[in-house]
């Protein structure tokens, strides 16, 4: 399976972004998916995941109220979407699938390529 993400780009604090990832396989069908993010010299850390069968949610502290993560399941696609983007929100963002839970655990079971957001003005 491969998952392919878009929708990066540079913005300005404040602004909104929304990222895709679409999985290659038509009968993808995971546990859970979401998206984690890496900033330069920190750690990858979960962002956000998404239960694919029922659509439960789990988020980050510092993104709640400000990202939302859903998913299309006839489309094979989990989204991103962010709001009132902040510097700090700097990051490589990479979707990941996991096939045995729910969160997404640290070590999923696929990886995309990543897509970076830079949040400057």
């Known amino acids: 399976v491969q998952l392919v993400e878009s929708g990066g780009g540079l913005v300005q604090p404040g602004d909104s972004l929304r990222l895709s990832c679409a999985a290659s396989?038509?009968?993808?069908?995971?546990?859970?998916m979401g998206w984690f993010r890496q900033a330069p010299g920190k750690e990858r850390d979960i962002v956000a995941s998404?239960?694919?069968?029922?659509?439960?949610?789990d988020y980050a502290d510092s993104v709640k109220g400000r990202f939302t993560i859903s998913r299309d399941i006839a489309k094979n696609t989990v989204y991103l979407q962010m709001s009132r983007l902040k510097p700090d929100d700097t990051a490589v963002y990479y979707c990941?699938?996991?096939?045995?839970?729910?969160?997404?655990?640290?070590?999923?079971?696929?990886w995309g390529q990543g897509t970076q957001v830079t949040v400057s003005s």
């Open positions: 396989e038509r009968t993808f069908s995971p546990v859970s």
């Open positions: 998404i239960h694919w069968s029922d659509g439960d949610t």
């Open positions: 990941a699938a996991d096939d045995i839970t729910f969160p997404v655990s640290l070590s999923p079971d696929y």
